[in-house]
């Protein structure tokens, strides 16, 4: 392994972005060579949703395995290539890792959209616990490794070395641990880009707020590893035998983080470019629930869309259903959830909405035609209303929708919005909707 080095930002000649480049050739040749080699890599991904916390946790996975562990670890994103630009935050945190061609260093789903069945059967996952169903391999899949901040769905305990799943602001803050304890040498690009993704999940660092200790100490380790550590030591900090020494509430408190948290979250919350169906695919997950309290047994599946915009932004007047369905039929929803988040006129306070839609005009197998929509509703309605976590709210505007006459326009559509908690995102709402679907009674 070589000495950790001193790059400056200059695009293309970033230690990672080259390893990047370098890790995804070599395996799409693995791939196209027919020879199995494939079946040697582990492939290492994140969530789907696609956040920095994803790209960030898997990639420097990847690099943990390939470098201190000596295992060929390809990291995967779980976007599409072109939908990158969803996200700008993502492309100016690999940015400033280095990554001045991102779409063509990063390996993509798309990008192997043509080998079938999918080429590798050894797994890691990140920032989610649980493979996605849509990866078969030809062989069955082993998952590796583990390590998530969501909650616990207890797979792969026998598999998985290591297998951490624990709370924390970030799951990069987890990633940023073992590299420690691996005494991993790592760019300092890489550094920057998992502090990026810690700054982006805790409000950078705010008190009071996501962040835990474990996020605390991950980013006063990387910060001082990082890209950003000679603008600290400019800004007064302790510095001796060139090392940055701070205290985690003076890195709360530091100009350059601050500055770097504010210009990261501007990005994320610049959505102003992206119409509705956008603003439903950047940030989106899946599931499939088997309903165990219907007759037919049915399973049903849901998405949930988290979007950065109130909805009187970009929903009103009839946009959330019209938008919404057409989401779900492209999908093959039964349920859409679009969780909003955003920042109050007055004060700037955080704030949610929960607008939720029901589609009963394309009934589940195997149930056909059979299937009671308005159990499912019922279901639904009820048990959000009663966790007291979400507390939920009727939303004060469009309790029954965005348009007046709902029933009328949309007569196969069950809708209601919400206003919630403000600190309960889909995190504490997944495990909600799935304890719901899948009650035994
Ligand atoms: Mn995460």
């Not at 026998?158 to 987890?174: K, M, Q, Y």
């Not at 119409?275 to 695919?281: A, E, N, T, V, Y």
Request: proline share 5%.
């Amino acid at each position: 392994m070589s000495k950790p080095q001193h790059h400056t930002l200059t695009p293309g000649t970033s230690v990672l972005a080259d390893f990047l480049a370098t890790t995804k050739e070599n395996y799409l040749r693995d791939i196209r060579s027919g020879t199995g080699k494939a079946n040697e890599w582990t492939v290492v991904m994140g969530n789907e949703a696609g956040d920095l916390d994803s790209i960030a946790s898997a990639v420097a996975f990847a690099w943990l395995r390939t470098q201190a562990l000596s295992q060929p670890t390809i990291s995967l994103l779980r976007t599409d290539r072109e939908d990158l630009d969803l996200r700008a935050e993502n492309v100016y945190a690999l940015g400033l890792a280095g990554l001045s061609r991102p779409k063509d260093e990063l390996l993509f789903v798309s990008d192997l959209a043509e080998f079938q069945p999918f080429p590798s059967s050894k797994f890691a996952l990140v920032d989610h616990n649980r493979l996605a169903s849509t990866f078969v391999p030809a062989d069955p899949p082993s998952i590796v490794a583990v390590v998530d901040h969501h909650a616990d769905e207890g797979f792969y305990e026998d598999t998985a070395e290591p297998r951490i799943v624990v709370p924390s602001g970030s799951c990069a803050s987890h990633i940023s641990t073992l590299l420690e304890d691996a005494k991993a040498e790592f760019p300092p690009e890489l550094a920057t880009l998992l502090l990026s993704a810690i700054l982006i999940d805790t409000d950078g660092l705010k008190p009071g707020g996501k962040a835990i200790d474990v996020d605390r100490r991950a980013a006063d380790f990387l910060v001082r590893k990082s890209t950003v550590a000679s603008f600290l030591q400019g800004q007064g900090f302790n510095s001796s035998n060139g090392t940055v020494t701070t205290s985690s509430s003076s890195l709360y408190e530091s100009e350059v983080l601050q500055s770097l948290s504010n210009i990261l979250s501007t990005k994320k919350e610049d959505v102003s470019h992206l119409g509705p169906r956008d603003l439903l695919r950047r940030d989106y997950k899946e599931y499939d629930f088997v309903l165990p309290w219907h007759p037919s047994e049915s399973t049903i599946r849901a998405g949930l869309s988290t979007v950065p915009v109130r909805l009187s932004e970009w929903a009103l007047d009839g946009k959330l259903e019209t938008e919404g369905e057409a989401w779900m039929k492209e999908r093959g929803l039964h349920i859409l959830g679009v969780l909003t988040a955003y920042r109050g006129a007055t004060k700037g306070k955080r704030k949610r909405e929960m607008a939720w839609i029901i589609r009963t005009d394309s009934p589940p197998s195997p149930s056909d035609g059979e299937f009671d929509f308005d159990a499912l509703a019922g279901r639904l309605w009820k048990g959000l209303e009663a966790d007291e976590v979400l507390e939920v709210k009727e939303h004060k505007k469009y309790a029954n929708g965005t348009v007046d006459g709902i029933v009328e326009s949309f007569p196969h559509l069950r809708v209601r919005v919400y206003t919630q908690n403000p600190h309960a995102t889909r995190k504490v709402t997944a495990p909600v909707l799935k304890a719901i679907m899948e009650a035994q009674t």
